[in-house]
């Protein structure tokens, strides 16, 4: 089983990582903070590259820690709150990621937050510092605040829409 949590925390945590820097850099074929605004920007967000750097920073950071297995709730906290933002961008599409739906962001918010409940393994930083096992209210707590950020953010950060009745 530890071999398991081991490869989809290296997986995920990468993946999320990956995504991060290509939104605020040029590497693994990114288009930078620049790219990263304008993408904010044309989902209907206002602040541009602070928007852009802190879901980037966001990104790497949960990457990071779920790679690890180093403060999976925290991890799990980070991502909920950045994927429920993609979600929120993408539900009028529907769920299905064939028609740019939310599918896939949903993935990856349910993963950490079940690599969070079950405990990112044997071959943790979690694990080496004794934090092992977390209370399932603690996993409860972290993925809440993590949806409630994500929503409170799209609320904050949305641009107002011109032309439209009161």
Known sequence: MDIGLLILRLVIGLLFAGHGIQKISHRLSGDGIEGGAAEFRADGFRGGRLTAAAAGLG???AGLLLVAGAL???A???AAGVMTVAITVKWRNGLWVQHNGYEYPL????LPAVLSLTGPGDWS????LGLLPWAWWW???AIGLGVASGLMTRLLLARPRLGRAP
């Open 59 to 61: 990104q790497i950071a």
């Open 72 to 74: 999976t709730p925290l």
């Open 125 to 128: 930083v979690d694990r080496a």
């Open 107 to 110: 993935v990856l918010l349910v």
């Open 76 to 78: 799990a906290t980070i």
């Open 139 to 141: 996993t409860a707590a």
